[in-house]
């Protein structure tokens, strides 16, 4: 039975969805004002495999994952470039989706903007006025978090100001000295986007986007919450304080954090400087394979130094996986199958559950895998491997990869055998008509076709050339 941390008890605890069907997962997206760095990218690595995992059990996830399109940081960023807040957060977000197809980070069922919601923010603030949990000043609405005798129950923060109602903050980011009531609705600035509402024209606070986008889309009570560690406190704190207020019902059954990704000890933040991001490594020659790889190496309860010396050896580490996978369906082997080779596949296949139930050990998963491909390599140098083992180990490789979503490409190349010159020319030649035709749906989808089969295409203005990867 899959066991995961729960941050609210301080304990690892059996998970199965509320309803025993549909397992209800929430994650903070991204502040759509810049590119993710890698350390934002592992965080969504993390919700990523939780879901793929989810759904290796059994279980339908309905995951939804907010697009943070307006705070202090995405409007100063529109302001600084002179264009509209929509146009500004709109080329990021593509951003944002391109790095999660990059990182084979599988699609959430829902994306909800902020900027769609703000009916149901401002529903949601008349809720807890009404309510006596909230009040107003000068056109600012604040949550009273001395009306909710659970505030600080997910991160321990009991403030000595508690129910201090004059004390009135503005900032969504505070630090724990700083706790007090907090806004749920900002009055607007001159030339900052606003709304009308009932407390004059303003914006939402961060913290109640969460809660309304999450609420809309997946009921009052959700099965998981994630994040980073860094939104325990204020962001998840006031999430709970505002939902629970409002229902009365407990918002989050399990709160699912993930450390940082750190440089030499600090954490990697725009603010400092010191990060990276993914395209950066790209540029620098480093295969989204090995980028994913490294993010998964280590459990996500714990800090990852990132290093460039790490990332080369996850290159190499997927060099090897990669071999493995490409010359395997190519190998003459008798018919048949070997009693060795099986049960080292189904020895594999019990550990591999055993270590993902284990609050999601991924490196542990890892392990499993690499040890049976080293297993089996023996197997195979000694002359031992058969026809039928090889089907039960590419098998095998196709479920882990359901899961950790490294070898997809490969495995899929591994499948449709090796593409032949000839046919990748007619393809390209096609992709070009299609391109000619303005039929971009189709040149896409040939450029996909392609990856899959491992083939690399570069546009240059003498025309298309291809490699393989
Ligand atoms: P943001 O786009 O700033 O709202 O952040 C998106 C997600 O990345 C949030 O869950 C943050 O907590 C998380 N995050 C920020 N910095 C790091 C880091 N260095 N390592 C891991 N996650 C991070
Ligand atoms: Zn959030």
Known sequence: ???LYNTATRQQQPFEPADGNIARVYSCGPTVYDFPHIGNLRTFVLSDILCRYLAFKGWDVHH???ITDVDDKTISGALTQGVSLSEYTQQYTEYFFEDLETLNIQPAWQYPCATDHIEQMQALVQTLLDNGHAYEVEGNVYFDISSFS??????GIQPDELGDSDFSRLDDEYDREEAGDFVLWKAAKPDEPSWDSPWGSGRPGWHIECSVMSMEYLGPTLDIHTGAVDLIFPHHENEIAQSEAAT?????RFWVHGEHLIVEGEKMSKS???FYTLRDLLKEGYSPQAIRHQLLTAHYRQQL????????QSERAMQRLNTFIERLPKLPLPEGSSEEAIQLIEEARSNFKQVLDDDLNVPGALGVVFELIKDINMLIDAGELRDQDRTAMLNFLEQADSVLGLMTEPLEAAKTGPAADEEIEALIAEREQARADKDFARADEIRDQLAAKGIILEDTPQGTIWRRK
């Open 1 to 3: 039975m899959l066991e």
């Open 64 to 66: 939804v994952m907010n």
């Open 150 to 155: 659970d505030y600080g129950k997910l991160s």
């Open 248 to 252: 009365g019902q407990q918002f989050v």
């Open 272 to 274: 400092l400087g010191n």
């Open 305 to 312: 130094n990132f290093t460039l010396e790490g990332l080369e």
